[in-house]
């Protein structure tokens, strides 16, 4: 290669017949030898650095993800620990004005269908506890916790803070997982009490339900069938903007935050080749009405945690950082349960790990560079490749974002 | 091409172009050994990672200071028990002594880390200080008088359900105090720790400006605290980024709305995860943009703001009975009649 660059770089200027090939009698000069032997070390090393680094990676994490199934075998306590105490607190006393408590609730003392019917399909509306209203959103478990695993942990709760020894089985819950298939979450205290649980009491109305239906049929069909550049976002999204691998699942996400990142390409400030390409296509009005389309669908989770990171180490960054690192939690930004806080902290609850470790990748490496106050730039910076790892797997576990449109918040 | 000492074999016009060929391929070829050779020597780890941010000079000075035991180190049994209590209360104040928060703050808002972080006034810190003098009430204070404290101003407990703070002995107290002993477990007593309290900056020879405060603001805090100051809100209500200013923020007796307080606690502490990101003028200035906003009443005024500013706010860096904007600060905020988000 070196050589026919020296050919080229001395054509023959004169008439032909002056040409003389002196370069056929000069040897190579020394140096360049070295540099060639010293580039085909340093390649032959890499490549067989990498593949066994790649061979020993695999390994480990065969190995983990050999361990998850008996993590997953844990105590209804422990899962409450993991999936609920975010939110309802270690003591279940909720969050003033917020999360409604267990401890007392009549929720919990009802018949042991309503907390099962609560966890499958989450509530969206308001309820009466102990004499105050909460008109909260409770995500939907049931694609993220197995029969077994809603079973033990409905019946920690209602045997811790309801007062009942009575024990939910896996069978039970399967029944109930089949009664209401399907349906979406619950509207508040006062269905309820109507379908589950006469017992429940007067429950405060969600009122007139709210047309869900996307109407738009110019966004639908960007959706479904994209034009020209801008291509169908569901053709790599999913049907349901329920993404995949590194696609990001986007149902659920803040509108503002959608509208951004589509802009974000545009401009250059986040880098990704097809995403370029079909922002560019859109027009504003377009980026809004899609935004505004995927930050009210619910669909449930398809992520699982498929890079081998340390899920609890990965649970121990998202709820408390890591100080000493400088690392703080990512939920301090991104809202309890990785909800997200709109308009400007997606929700990362049930994102596909590869595209959440491949996004903290970008952040560092320059291909993403559009967060507010450098956050993310930091946050990146300081976590190591296993955290990365560990951090995407867990909110992979986490269950989707009870995502709310504009006209029921 | 041409060496100087073997004449051309060709007649060249410019001769001087082949040297400049042969010096390219040189250094360039050289270039790509040493790249590579610094990248062999990154990969087998003869040069420190700096991907990973092991050594960010902040972390280097926090490890050098008391480390607080881990949550694991918690006691089994009553004693744990309580400090679990204590530990609850601390991060979510507002549910956990709700009887006596009249705001949507929490003590782990200000005291980073679960009362860990040094500089931002850890507990295991304050622990070992406790009882002490204080200027601010002008007598020894034991540490239960210090948590009234900050649920009188703090916490605003004056528009909250009881319309006070924690009455004397009160099981709230009992367990955020265990919660903080137990923090200090290995700390001295009597001596002044490394990290305790927040950094005192010195004032600048340009002094304070909420109006300068009010650029520093926008461009490093209001995307999480809101461009109102009003903080941010998940999609339950559940208060993510604290207000900090108006109804639902700290009262104007905190310690928080001395300028050169919240000076410190920014300098140290914020943009979260940023530690001394704003250099000094700009923590003056956006403490003094904040502090210069209206806030809940200092409850301790009886008379006019003024009296009340000369009683208790003499020789403070403070808005408070100052006339700003045309405005006199201080008279208080409405109290909320909803606790939940604006």
Redesign the interface.
């Known amino acids: 290669m070196?050589r026919r660059?020296?050919t080229q770089?001395?054509p023959p200027?004169?008439p032909e017949e002056?040409?003389?090939p002196?370069?056929e009698f000069?040897r190579i000069?020394l140096?360049?030898y070295?540099?060639?032997i010293?580039?085909a070390i340093?390649g032959a090393?890499?490549l067989w650095?990498n593949a066994q680094a790649v061979g020993v990676g695999r390994q480990e994490r065969a190995e983990q993800i050999e361990e998850t199934p008996a993590a997953a075998l844990n105590s209804g306590a422990q899962i409450f620990e993991a999936r609920c105490s975010t939110?309802h607190?270690?003591?279940a006393?909720?969050?003033?004005?917020?999360?409604p408590p267990l401890a007392g609730s009549r929720f919990v003392a009802a018949d042991p269908a309503v907390v099962v019917q609560i966890l499958l399909h989450g509530i969206d509306g308001p309820i009466d506890v102990g004499g105050r209203t909460f008109?909260?959103?409770m995500p939907s478990f049931a694609s993220v916790l197995s029969d077994a695993e809603l079973a033990r942990v409905a019946t920690h709760v209602r045997q811790t803070w309801g007062g009942d020894r009575q024990e939910i089985t896996a069978a039970f819950v399967r029944v109930q997982r089949a009664r209401f298939a399907g349906r979406g979450a619950w509207r508040g205290g006062e269905e309820l009490a109507r379908v589950v649980d006469p017992a429940l009491g007067p429950q405060p109305s969600a009122g007139p339900a709210v047309i869900s239906a996307f109407a738009d049929p110019a966004v639908l069909r960007l959706v479904n069938q994209g034009r020209g550049e801008a291509w169908a976002c569901s053709s790599c999204h999913g049907a349901a903007g329920q993404g995949g691998a590194n696609i990001p699942r986007l149902a659920g996400l803040p509108e503002g935050y959608i509208v951004k990142q589509l802009q974000d390409y545009v401009t250059g400030r986040r880098r990704n080749e097809s995403m370029q390409t079909v922002a560019g296509a859109l027009t504003d009005a377009e980026r809004r009405g899609l935004a505004r389309y995927y930050s009210g669908l619910r669909a449930p989770s398809t992520a699982k945690p498929e890079l081998g990171g340390d899920v609890s180490r990965g649970e121990q960054l998202a709820l408390?950082?890591d100080?000493?690192?400088?690392?703080?939690a990512c939920f301090?930004?991104h809202?309890?349960s990785g909800?997200?806080?709109?308009p400007?902290?997606p929700s990362l609850a049930a994102q596909h790990p590869a595209y959440t470790a491949s996004q903290l990748a970008a952040w560092?490496g320059g291909g993403r560079n559009n967060s507010?106050?450098?956050?993310m730039n930091?946050?990146a910076?300081?976590?190591?490749?296993a955290d990365r790892r560990a951090v995407a797997d867990y909110l992979a576990t986490l269950p989707p974002?009870?995502a709310?449109t504009q006209e029921r918040? | 091409?041409d060496d100087d000492a073997k004449p051309?074999?060709?007649?060249?016009?410019n001769p001087g172009k082949?040297l400049f060929?042969?010096d390219l391929?040189?250094a360039v070829?050289?270039g790509?050994?040493l790249f590579?050779?610094a990248?062999?020597a990154f990969?087998a780890g003869w040069l420190r990672d700096r991907?990973?941010?092991?050594a960010?000079g902040?972390?280097d000075v926090?490890?050098a200071m008391f480390q607080p035991p881990p949550d694991s180190a918690i006691p089994d049994g009553p004693e744990g028990d309580a400090i679990?209590?204590g530990q609850?209360i601390f991060m979510?104040t507002?549910?956990?002594a709700?009887d006596f928060?009249g705001n949507n703050l929490s003590c782990s808002n200000c005291h980073?880390?679960?009362g860990?972080?040094a500089n931002s006034a850890p507990m295991w810190a304050a622990w070992t200080v406790y009882p002490k003098y204080r200027s601010k009430n002008k007598q020894i204070n034991t540490m239960e008088d210090r948590v009234k404290g900050c649920f009188t101003y703090s916490m605003n407990a004056q528009h909250s359900p009881t319309g006070g703070p924690p009455p004397p002995g009160h099981d709230v107290y009992k367990d955020l105090q265990i919660y903080m002993h137990w923090l200090a477990t290995g700390a001295p007593t009597g001596e002044d720790m490394e990290g305790a309290g927040y950094p005192e900056l010195e004032m600048t020879s340009a002094g304070y400006d909420p109006a300068r405060g009010a650029q520093v603001y926008a461009?490093?805090c209001a995307?999480?605290h809101g461009g109102d100051g009003q903080g941010?809100?998940?999609?339950?209500?559940?208060?993510?980024?604290p207000a900090l200013w108006g109804p639902r923020s700290y009262n104007w007796g905190a310690g928080m709305a001395r300028v050169n307080t919240a000076a410190g606690f920014i300098k140290a502490n914020m943009?979260?995860?940023?530690?001394n990101r704003l250099s000094d003028q700009q923590a003056w200035d956006v403490a003094a943009y904040i502090n210069s906003h209206e806030r809940p009443r200092d409850p301790r005024q009886t008379g006019t703001v003024q009296e009340a500013a000369q009683k208790n706010h003499g020789g403070e860096e403070t808005y408070y009975g100052r006339t700003y904007q045309g405005r006199l600060i201080g008279v208080g905020t409405p109290e909320p009649t909803?606790?939940?988000r604006p």
Request: proline letters at 7%.
């Open positions: 070196i660059k020296r770089a001395a200027d004169g002056t040409f003389e002196y370069e000069r000069p140096p360049v070295w540099i060639a010293a580039l340093w090393v890499t650095d939110c607190q270690p003591n006393v909720g969050v003033r004005s917020a999360i008109d909260a959103h408390y950082g100080w000493s690192r400088n690392l703080p301090s930004c809202g309890p909800f997200g806080v709109a400007g902290f560092v507010d106050v450098q956050l930091e946050v910076r300081n976590l190591s490749d974002v009870p709310v918040r | 091409m051309s074999p060709t007649p060249r016009d082949g060929a042969r391929i040189y070829g050289g790509f050994a590579a050779i990248a062999f990969d991907k990973a941010g092991e960010d902040d972390q926090q490890a679990r209590r609850a979510n507002s549910a956990n709700s928060v980073l880390d679960g860990r972080r461009a490093n995307a999480c941010q809100y998940d999609i339950n209500g559940r208060p993510v980024f943009p979260l995860g940023q530690s909803s606790r939940a």
